[in-house]
C-alpha cells in the first residue's frame, strides 16, 4: 500500500523488451534505497512494481503486459521523470489517502491554467472510471493523492500548489499528456458490495449475516 505522498522523481534509465513484456531500469534520484531489497514494492507514476535488481542509482523492475496495456508506463521513453514512493510502513504518516498501485486506467489532461499561484489542470477520463469520482474526492493521478476540486461528465478538475507542482513531474504536464488514474479504493470495494446480487437488506441496511458471509463482520458478531 502507498500514500501518494511523492517521496522524489526518477528518472527512466534503460528498456528492454522481454518475450512480450517489459523490463525496465529506474534511476531513483534523491530516493533512499537503503531499506529497499530485492522483492519490495516502489510505485512508479503509481504503477506499484516489485524490485528485481538494485544498482548503485536505482532499480529493476519487471513490467507485464497487463499492466503495459492498463497503463502508461509504456509510452514513456528513455530520460522520462517518473514519480516514485516506496510502499508504506505500519508506522509512516498517513498524509494522502490509501492507494494500491493498481491503476484502473489512462487519463488525457485537456487544459491547464493559472489560478493565482496555483494551476488547475482538467483531465479526461475513461467513462467507466467517472462514477467511481467525486467532487471533493480523492484521486491518484501518477501516483500523486489528490482532491477532485470540479466535476463535469468524464472531465474532473485538480487545484495543484506551487510545492505539488515543484516536487513531481506534474510541472512537466501539458494538453494532450496521458497520466495513470487509480480511483479511490472505498468507492471500489462498495460497489462491490452494493452490487452483490444476493445482499439481504434489512430496514433500510445491509444484514449482518450478509456481512459476515462475506468477511465484513466475524461469524459470531452481534
Known amino acids: 500500500m502507498f500514500t501518494g505522498i511523492i517521496e522524489a ?5 534503460r528498456l528492454q523488451e522481454k518475450g512480450g513484456d517489459l523490463r525496465m531500469r529506474i534511476d531513483s534520484g534523491t530516493l533512499s ?13 503509481g ?27 509504456g509510452e514513456l521513453s528513455l530520460g522520462a521523470a517518473v514519480n516514485l514512493e516506496k510502499a508504506m510502513l505500519a508506522n509512516s504518516r498517513f498524509g494522502g489517502h490509501m492507494v494500491s498501485g493498481h ?16 494551476y488547475r489542470y482538467r483531465i479526461e477520463a475513461p467513462a467507466e472510471l467517472t462514477r467511481y469520482i467525486a467532487n471533493k474526492g ?16 468524464r472531465c474532473f478538475e ?4 506551487p510545492h505539488t507542482a515543484e516536487h513531481t513531474i506534474i510541472k512537466q504536464y501539458r494538453s494532450g499528456s496521458r497520466v495513470n488514474l487509480e ?3 472505498v468507492a471500489r470495494y462498495l460497489e462491490r458490495l452494493i452490487s452483490t446480487q444476493d445482499a439481504v437488506v434489512e430496514n433500510g441496511s445491509l444484514s449482518k449475516t450478509f456481512l459476515a458471509e462475506h468477511g465484513f463482520l466475524g461469524r459470531g458478531s452481534r
Open 9 to 13: 522523481v526518477g528518472t527512466i534509465a
Open 33 to 45: 534505497l537503503d531499506d529497499v531489497k530485492l522483492g519490495d514494492s516502489i510505485a512508479t507514476n
Open 47 to 73: 504503477v506499484c512494481l516489485t524490485v528485481t535488481g538494485l544498482t548503485s542509482h536505482g532499480y529493476w523492475a519487471d513490467v507485464s503486459r497487463e499492466t503495459l496495456n492498463s497503463s502508461s508506463l
Open 103 to 118: 491503476v484502473d486506467g489512462v487519463g488525457t489532461v485537456i487544459a491547464i491554467r493559472d489560478e493565482g499561484r496555483s
Open 138 to 153: 480523492s484521486i491518484t493521478v501518477d501516483g500523486v493523492s489528490l482532491t477532485v476540486n470540479a466535476l463535469e461528465d
Open 158 to 161: 485538480l487545484n495543484i500548489v
Open 183 to 185: 480511483v479511490d479504493l
